[in-house]
Each structure stands twice: as C-alpha cells, then as structure tokens.
C-alpha cells in the first residue's frame, strides 16, 4: 500500500464514519458470540492500531496484541493503544498454536499481500479451541474501483466465496453476512458511476454534517446488524462489505 493511504488511515481510522462502523460491527460480534473474553486477543494486519486501542479500553481484563508489517503503522500502533504490536506477517503468524481467545481480520484477505488460505489456516492455528475468528472484506468483484487500486485491494468477496474459504480451514461458520448495506446505493454511484470525477481512495473525512448524518444511518443499521446475530438471521441481504463470524471447533487441538 502506498505510505501516503497508511498515512489517510492512521489520520481517518478513528473518526471516519465508515471506521467508526466497522469498528461497532467487529465488538458486536465478540459481545453475542464471544461474551466473556479473558483470553489473548489478535488484530491482524491492524495497521495504525485504531481499532486496538478500542478493544484495549474495551476488553481490560485480555490480553490485546496488534500484528502488521509496516514498521511504520506498529510504531503509531504502539503509541495510539499503549498495547502489545509484533512486526510479522498474517500469512505466517509468528505465534505457537492455541494461542489467542479471539483474530479479528478487517479488510486483511482483501488485500494483495495477503494468501487468502494461509491467512486462515494460521487463524485456525494460532486459535484455541473453542476460539473466535472475526472476518470483514469487501463486497462484490464487480464493485472493484480506483479505491481498490489505490489501497492494494486484489480481490472482493459474496458470502459463498468467504465462506468456503473459511471452512475450508476447518472453522465452523457461526455468522454471516452483508453489512454497509443502507449506504450501498450511494456507493455505486460514488464507485462505479462518478469514479471518472476522482481517481483517489475513499479515505477522507467529510464535512462535518455529511459525517454526522453517514455515522447516524451506520449507527441505525448496525442496530439492525446486531439483532440479526442475536437471532442468527442474516438481516442484510446485501451490502459494500461481507463479514463471518467463525468458530474453532472444540476438541481439535493442533
């Protein structure tokens, strides 16, 4: 990724409505299915350490450990969330087996440094049985933009292609669905209809209301997202990104 988007997100990645999403959908998935987390957490390929910081003022009794390659975005990490970071690479954890509680992977196998299989395979490593993996990527090849070029995405995702993925690892999948999906509309317009008016990424900020309102009807739809895995319902039939909530079956010890 070029040092100018890193730069974008350790400046956005807190305050960003889209972030700021992403980030309640990844806590609401370990508070249904992970309640009681005491155990070692892992934000793989966390970048600038946004979303550690939360989880390390989130959860005050687990241990929180961010992992990326960019000497850079670890160094930010390290400052923004007072936390653990390790230098290593998601498609070979630099962990032994049955380690972490809980992996969060946002927008990780999404991109070309990452080998979608490997990645996974060293999530089921790495996790404890009985341990949860929290996936996010982008929706739809066919929504592929300058975006995407310009942050290293290779490749987008449907429900099926995540899910067989995942499971081929080994996970069982507890959840999964769409999410940005009440923004969508407005995200093919900006992506594929109006992308000829900017060849840049979609990491900025913008004017203040716009952000307020975007944030508001993020907040309503993750509301949405919630209850639907409470009662295991996959509510959002569509949507700009795909998330899987997986489990390591108990009892399968590596």
Not at 55 to 62: D, L, Q, W, Y
Not at 80 to 102: I, W
Not at 107 to 122: C, R, W
Request: glycine share 10%; aromatic share 10%.
């Amino acid at each position: 990724m070029k040092r100018e988007e890193y730069r974008k997100i350790a400046e956005v990645g807190e305050n960003m409505w889209w972030f700021r999403a992403l980030h309640r959908n990844l806590l609401n998935a370990l508070a249904v299915f992970l309640p009681s987390l005491n155990g070692r957490l892992l934000d793989g390929g966390g970048g600038p350490g946004a979303f550690l910081r939360i989880c390390g003022s989130t959860f005050e009794t687990s241990a929180v450990i961010g992992l990326d390659m960019d000497r850079e975005s670890l160094g930010v990490a390290s400052q923004r969330s007072h936390g653990r970071v390790v230098r290593g690479s998601v498609n070979a954890l630099p962990f032994k087996n049955d380690h972490f509680t809980a992996y969060i992977s946002a927008d990780v196998l999404y991109h070309q440094a990452a080998v979608p299989e490997e990645v996974i395979s060293e999530a089921f490593r790495c996790l404890e049985p009985g341990g949860i993996l929290v996936v996010s990527v982008p929706a739809y090849e066919w929504m592929y933009s300058c975006h995407d070029q310009r942050v290293d995405g290779a490749r987008r995702y449907t429900r099926a292609s995540l899910a067989r993925i995942i499971q081929r690892s080994g996970f069982e999948i507890e959840y999964l669905t769409y999410w940005n999906t009440l923004l969508f509309g407005l995200m093919i317009l900006r992506r594929k209809v109006l992308q000829f008016l900017d060849r840049g990424s979609d990491l900025r900020m913008m004017p203040y209301p716009l952000e307020r309102l975007l944030n508001a009807i993020m907040i309503f739809e993750g509301v949405l997202l919630s209850v639907g895995m409470r009662l295991r319902l996959p509510v959002l039939p569509f949507g700009g990104s795909v998330m899987a909530i997986a489990r390591r079956p108990l009892g399968n010890v590596t």
